[in-house]
């Protein structure tokens, strides 16, 4: 059973670039979160999908953030513009939707802007 | 809002001590409980989880949890820690779809 998978893991970009990380989910999961998790907190809730369809995005996500999963399969996350405040892990999560659903999380991409 | 409340940020044991980590959660409604542990350079991984039932929920590697609805929490318990057990430990309480955790706990357990 493969897991979560994240890529790349790590990202170093210089303020004003644009970075887009990948995000394959549990191959049979037809839900897929993002989540941004910053030193010393718990993962905070940005953007979730149900298939191909982006069905909830965080006040936290601002226009320079933009999430895509065209098929319902792996999903995207890019930045545009980035910022310093932008550094951060960037942590994906997938589950199945049912009654007792439990979502299990990748390895993170971390982000450092420079 | 919703929110979730880990008090105890760092905390530092010896072996064999037991290990009890508080979590208080807002909502009042239905509630999924989870507890994540995230071990150094890992992935955050599935401890246990709560959706009805027992309120004395078993999880992996000699974990419990307690819900207590009166209380709004949602405990996490270890009779007896060992040095492998040292991780950082998150409580999240889980809504239509969006996790919402808390702030963690860093857990050091002392050969």
């Known amino acids: 059973d493969t897991g979560v998978s994240q890529n790349p893991r790590h990202k170093i970009t210089k303020r004003g670039q644009n970075v887009t990380f990948r995000c394959d989910p549990i191959?049979?999961?037809?839900?897929l979160y993002w989540y941004r998790q910053t030193l010393g907190q718990g993962p905070e809730f940005l953007t979730y999908?149900?298939?191909?369809?982006?069905?909830?995005k965080s006040r936290l996500l601002s226009d320079r953030f933009s999430a895509e999963r065209p098929k319902g399969s792996f999903s995207t996350l890019e930045i545009q513009r980035t910022e310093q405040g932008d550094s951060a892990m960037y942590l994906c999560a997938s589950s199945l939707a049912s009654g007792e659903e439990t979502q299990y999380f990748g390895p993170g991409t971390r982000l450092l802007v420079l | 809002a919703q929110s979730v409340s880990q008090h105890n940020h760092h905390v530092i044991l010896s072996e064999a001590a037991s290990l009890e980590l508080g979590c208080n959660y807002s909502?009042?409604?239905?509630?999924?409980l989870f507890w994540y542990v995230q071990y150094p350079g890992q992935h955050l991984q599935l401890l246990l989880k709560y959706f009805s039932g027992d309120p004395l929920v078993k999880g992996i590697k000699g974990f419990e949890a307690e819900f207590i609805k009166s209380k709004f929490s949602f405990n996490l318990r270890k009779p007896s820690v060992q040095w492998s057990d040292t991780a950082e430990y998150f409580c999240a309480y889980g809504g239509t779809y969006k996790y919402i955790f808390g702030t963690g706990t860093r857990l050091k357990v002392l050969a």
């Open positions: 999908f149900q298939n191909e369809a982006q069905l909830e």
């Open positions: 191959s049979e999961h037809n839900r």
């Open positions: 909502y009042g409604g239905t509630v999924n």
